[in-house]
């Protein structure tokens, strides 16, 4: 079963806007990373924060953690054709370091140039 | 440094086979999950394994089943396909041993179609 669901399912924009994509997850987590896919081949990890953590930059993403109401944002400024993808949230639960991620549905992204 | 790699890269197969998959971790990873994604779905958690043990399991049937080698190279093993099974198989591997919390490195996917 998905642990989140993502919001919007599609998303099209102009080159050079922002893009904003959300994120809702059910359970507590010990982190939520975001994954890029392009057109069905691997997933390419993005960026992690954990559950302490409230903001997370990385160049031009910008990713925040609102665990009170278990919802996360992925914000890609500036955007390019070339981000044009699929962008998943996923979560990991429980103790230690379990290594399992359960993804959301997906945001279809494109940004027509 | 090779990252993550699965093959065959694509399989067609009726149904009622069966069909092994394969990945290889990136190098110094020990560990490594397989994960389904079904068309225009988000990926789903299959297994995991550590080891050379399955740590971790989704909700799959028991004709999905695995296995780890010495050199943490990974193989999924699907019994008695559906046509339900057709999906892209994702192989991830990572470092348990490390801190927690670790981004995981994707292979390129198996594109299995089951006719």
């Known amino acids: 079963s998905q642990q989140g669901e993502e919001d919007p399912q599609a998303l099209s924009i102009q080159e050079g806007e922002n893009a904003t994509m959300n994120c809702s997850y059910k359970?507590?987590?010990?982190?939520l990373q975001w994954y890029r896919q392009n057109s069905g081949r691997g997933l390419v990890h993005l960026i992690l924060i954990r559950s302490n953590e409230r903001e997370k930059h990385s160049g031009r993403l910008r990713v925040t953690l609102d665990t009170s109401k278990k919802s996360s944002s992925l914000l890609i400024t500036a955007s390019r054709a070339a981000d044009t993808a699929s962008y998943f949230c996923a979560t990991e639960s429980g103790s230690g370091n379990t290594g399992k991620l359960i993804f959301g549905q997906g945001t279809t992204l494109q940004v027509k140039p | 440094d090779a990252g993550v790699t699965q093959s065959p890269t694509h399989l067609i197969k009726t149904r009622g086979q069966q069909v092994t998959l394969r990945c290889s971790p990136k190098s110094g990873h020990d560990t490594v999950s397989w994960y389904q994604q079904a068309l225009g779905q988000g990926p789903q958690f299959i297994f995991q394994y550590y080891e050379e043990e399955e740590r971790q399991r989704g909700n799959f049937p028991d004709r999905f089943s695995g296995h780890q080698f010495p050199n943490y190279s990974s193989e999924l093993n699907v019994n008695a396909l559906l046509l339900g099974d057709s999906a892209l198989y994702l192989c991830a591997s990572t470092s348990i041993r490390t801190k927690r919390g670790n981004e995981q490195f994707f292979g390129p996917g198996t594109r299995l179609t089951v006719l």
């Open positions: 359970t507590s987590i010990n982190n």
